[in-house]
């Protein structure tokens, strides 16, 4: 089992920035890669980024290329989510997500969960 806390949402103004995080702990987390989605009201839940754990190659959504990093500290088993630029339409539940099979855009590439931290962007 993998455990995955994320940290870090909260209400900012269009234009502001946030930096969630994503901490990993159990049985072969850091061999996971790593991913960032988001579900808004409504929606279906889309892919944000995610990031190989190994060497780090990285994949953005289109919507957010340009505004957002992901990083990872491998020593702290850790991924981060810099987020910038931030407009009312990034509003949603961000989730963090592993994958054993390196990293994917697709939810279902994905084995472990985290419960989702609020993003709320005013306008």
């Known amino acids: 089992q993998v455990q995955l806390v994320e940290s870090g949402g909260g209400l900012v103004q269009a234009g502001g920035s946030l930096r969630l995080s994503c901490a990993a702990s159990?049985?072969?987390?850091?061999?996971?890669?790593r991913g960032w989605f988001r579900q808004a009201p409504g929606k279906e839940r889309e892919f944000v980024a995610a990031?190989?754990?190994?060497?780090?190659?990285?994949y953005y959504a289109d919507s957010v290329k340009g505004r957002f990093t992901i990083s990872r500290d491998r020593a702290k088993n850790t991924v981060y989510l810099q987020m910038n630029s931030l407009k009312p339409e990034d509003t949603a539940v961000y989730y963090c997500?592993?994958?054993?099979?390196?990293?994917?855009?697709?939810?279902?590439?994905?084995?472990?969960w985290g419960p989702g931290t609020q993003v709320t962007v005013s306008s």
């Open positions: 159990g049985r072969t987390s850091s061999n996971y890669a």
């Open positions: 997500a592993a994958s054993s099979k390196g990293p994917r855009i697709s939810t279902e590439g994905y084995d472990y």
């Open positions: 990031i190989g754990w190994t060497v780090g190659t990285t």
